[in-house]
């Protein structure tokens, strides 16, 4: 094989064994890269170290909410021992906002981010997974004693119970009688004899409309539907409609004439203060028109009698007490009790009228926004509204009206728990004042001081 022997020779001079030797951009730039840039990242890391910036551990996008936290990392993770820890602890959530507790008999409480997981996006942070509920719902337990309510919820279109309001046999414990079957018939008698179409919003409306009532007196607007443990989230002026008033709603068709004389209403209030209103009327009437003292039974004012009585002349008070009881007669008798029931207790001079008892918040566990659902009509989920016949009945829809919108799947309205129920007891809130300085919240490296001190102020 001498031909092979002398081809490896020859191919072997021609190796040019300076090569190395010789300079050469490509070879250069490889030193660098294996020198220097481990050398850069040391330098940098170093730098980072020194400065406390924890960039370097970065995660994922914040929420939409904390995106101005992001230089801030110090803020939820804070440092055990002058070491970035990956864990938010819960304390550092609260020095910018409480998160109270959501039942003191619950088993135990979950840390803040277990339901509120950041770096995930631009998400919203109360958006919570089913599981962070369910994991306690699916089996509920209390400490102590039993628990008062469903125990194996496991999905809102699955194991959810019906509403508590909707189940059978609850009832509208209201007093005020109200047909809503007559109100909403066509040609309705309205004020002056015109016939009018009654619509539900002459009587539903939320606080924060502006609209004038059509057959009521605007009244100063009141805060008086907002519950304590409203979540923040939900603003009541808007989400729930106002109780009804007698005011507002009835007063154009219903007046309280109480007699011939006067043109004006008795005021709507309570029997005590109608009576004392009726009272001094009469008086200054009869101040004026002492002619009306002696009386016959041709008074126009009287029913006719069935037999003559011999006229009688009274004193101004004879003629004031007996004019109002007249008046009362009709008024207690007829008038109030149109809409109300009253009761006459025996040793008492004047009736008592029942507390009006107008639910204000049928949810005691879960919250509700007529504003997000003015897309459909009031019918859709008050389907009895325009058939009832008594105040007893209750118009409010169940769980199966819900369901048709709020199921799992993307064309569908939200059906995580988040979305109907507040978790915190907000009621137990606590005050919270954060203590970052615009400054810091501009600066990619704060300086050590200012970190610290901002994790101080929460204790
Ligand atoms: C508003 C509070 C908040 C801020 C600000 C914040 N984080 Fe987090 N971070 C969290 C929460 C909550 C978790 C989940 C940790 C847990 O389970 O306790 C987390 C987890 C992490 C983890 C662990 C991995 C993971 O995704 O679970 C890393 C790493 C991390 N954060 C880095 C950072 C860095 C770097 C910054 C600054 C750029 C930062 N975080 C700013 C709240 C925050
Ligand atoms: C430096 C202050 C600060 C810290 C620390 C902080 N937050 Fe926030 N958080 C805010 C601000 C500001 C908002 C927006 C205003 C609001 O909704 O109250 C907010 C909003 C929220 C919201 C409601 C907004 C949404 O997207 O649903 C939740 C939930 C929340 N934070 C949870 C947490 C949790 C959990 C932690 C701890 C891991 C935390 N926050 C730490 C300042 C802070
Ligand atoms: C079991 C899950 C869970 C835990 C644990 C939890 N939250 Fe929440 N959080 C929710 C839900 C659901 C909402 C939305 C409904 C509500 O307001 O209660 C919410 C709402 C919030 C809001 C927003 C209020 C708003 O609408 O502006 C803040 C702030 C908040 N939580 C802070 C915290 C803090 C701080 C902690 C820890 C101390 C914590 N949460 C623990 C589930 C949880
Ligand atoms: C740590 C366990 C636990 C977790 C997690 C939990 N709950 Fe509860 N929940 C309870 C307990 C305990 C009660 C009260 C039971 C009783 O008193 O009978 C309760 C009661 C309720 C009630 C009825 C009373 C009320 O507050 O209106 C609702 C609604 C509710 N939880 C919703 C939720 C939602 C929504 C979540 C998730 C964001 C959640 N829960 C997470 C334990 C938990
Ligand atoms: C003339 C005024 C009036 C009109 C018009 C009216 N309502 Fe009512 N509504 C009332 C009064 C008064 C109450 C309280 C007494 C009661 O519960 O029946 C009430 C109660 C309600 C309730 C809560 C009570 C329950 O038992 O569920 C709902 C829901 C309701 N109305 C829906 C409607 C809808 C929907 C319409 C239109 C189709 C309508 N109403 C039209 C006066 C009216
Ligand atoms: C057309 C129906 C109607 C008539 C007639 C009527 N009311 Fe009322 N009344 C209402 C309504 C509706 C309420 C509930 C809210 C409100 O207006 O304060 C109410 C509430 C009341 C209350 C407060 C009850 C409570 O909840 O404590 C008193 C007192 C009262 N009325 C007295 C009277 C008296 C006295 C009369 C007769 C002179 C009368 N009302 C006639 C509709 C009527
Ligand atoms: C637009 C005029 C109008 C308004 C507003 C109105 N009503 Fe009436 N209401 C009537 C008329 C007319 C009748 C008699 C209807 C009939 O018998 O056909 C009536 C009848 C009633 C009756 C007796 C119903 C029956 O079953 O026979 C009650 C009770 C009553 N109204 C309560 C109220 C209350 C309470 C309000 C305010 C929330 C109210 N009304 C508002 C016009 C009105
Ligand atoms: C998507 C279903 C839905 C629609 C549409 C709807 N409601 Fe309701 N409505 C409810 C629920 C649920 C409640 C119970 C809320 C609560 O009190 O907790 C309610 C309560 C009420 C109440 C009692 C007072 C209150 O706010 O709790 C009145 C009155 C009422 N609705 C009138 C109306 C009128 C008028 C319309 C049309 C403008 C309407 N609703 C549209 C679901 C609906
Ligand atoms: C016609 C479809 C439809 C029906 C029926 C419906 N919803 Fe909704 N609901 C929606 C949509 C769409 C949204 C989201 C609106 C938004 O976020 O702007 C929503 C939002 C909500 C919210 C959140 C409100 C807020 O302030 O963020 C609650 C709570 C709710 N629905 C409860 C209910 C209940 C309870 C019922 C049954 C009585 C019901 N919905 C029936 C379509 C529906
Ligand atoms: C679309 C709205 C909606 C969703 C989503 C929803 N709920 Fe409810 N939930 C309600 C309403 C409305 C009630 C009735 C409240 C009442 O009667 O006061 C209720 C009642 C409850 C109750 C009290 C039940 C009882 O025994 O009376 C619990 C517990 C509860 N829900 C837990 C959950 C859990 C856990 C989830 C998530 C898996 C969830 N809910 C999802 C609307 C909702």
């Known amino acids: 094989m001498p031909r092979a022997k002398l081809k490896t020779k020859k191919l072997a001079q021609r190796i040019d064994l300076n090569y190395f030797k010789r300079p050469h951009p490509f070879r250069r730039l490889r030193f660098l890269l294996s020198v220097c840039v481990p050398a850069l990242a040391i330098i940098w890391l170093a730098w980072y170290g020194l400065t406390r910036n924890n960039h370097v551990y970065s995660s994922g996008k914040m929420s939409v909410s904390h995106a101005v936290l992001t230089e801030q990392c110090g803020s939820c993770h804070v440092k055990e021992a002058g070491v970035f820890s990956a864990k938010a602890s819960d304390q550092a959530c609260e020095t910018c906002h409480d998160g109270p507790i959501h039942h003191t008999n619950q088993l135990f409480t979950p840390n803040c981010s277990t339901c509120h997981t950041e770096h995930r996006g631009a998400l919203r942070l109360a ?7 369910t994991q306690c719902h699916a089996n509920l337990h209390a400490a102590g004693s039993a628990t008062r309510y469903a125990r194996n919820i496991d999905g809102f279109d699955s194991t959810h119970p019906e509403f508590a309001a909707a189940r059978a046999g609850n009832f509208d414990p ?6 809503h079957r007559v109100h909403l018939k066509k040609n309705l008698m309205g004020p002056n004899g015109v016939a009018v179409q009654l619509d539900c919003g002459d009587c539903h409306r939320p606080p924060a409309s502006n609209e004038p009532w059509r057959f009521g007196v605007q009244q100063p607007k009141s805060s008086s539907v907002a519950l304590k443990q409203e ?11 106002s109780p009804v008033t007698y005011a507002q709603h009835c007063i154009a068709c219903h007046g309280l004439q109480f007699d011939k004389r006067f043109a004006e209403s008795a005021p709507h209030d309570t029997p005590t203060a109608v009576h004392a209103f009726v009272v001094l009327r009469f008086r200054q009437y009869i101040a004026t028109h002492p002619a009306e003292l002696r009386i016959t039974n041709s008074d126009p004012n009287l029913p006719q009698k069935p037999f003559p009585i011999s006229p009688r002349v009274l004193t101004p008070e004879q003629w004031v007490t007996e004019r109002a009881a007249e008046s009362e007669q009709l008024l207690w008798r007829k008038t109030c009790m149109q809409c109300h029931a009253l009761s006459f207790p025996a040793n008492q001079p004047l009736p008592v009228v029942a507390n009006s008892n107008i639910t204000v918040r049928w949810f005691q566990h879960a919250v509700f926004n007529h504003d997000k659902h003015r897309l459909v009509k009031c019918e859709e989920c008050h389907s009895t ?3 009832s016949q008594e105040t007893s009945d209750v118009l409010l829809p169940g769980i199966r009206t819900c369901e048709q919108c709020h199921h799992a799947g993307s064309e569908a309205a939200e059906a995580r728990c988040f979305e109907c129920h507040t978790y915190h007891d907000w009621s137990r809130e606590k005050p919270a004042q954060g203590n970052l300085t615009l400054f810091e919240l501009k600066r990619s490296r704060p300086r050590e001081a200012n970190v610290s001190s901002s994790h101080s102020a929460g204790e």
């Not at 209201?174 to 047909?179: A, E, F, I, Q, Y």
């Not at 979540?231 to 409609?241: E, G, L, Q, T, V």
């Open 127 to 133: 958006a919570t997974s089913d599981a962070s509920c």
């Open 174 to 179: 209201g007093t005020v009688k109200l047909n």
């Open 231 to 241: 979540p923040p989230s939900i603003n009541p002026a808007r989400a729930y409609m």
């Open 385 to 387: 509204a325009r058939t």
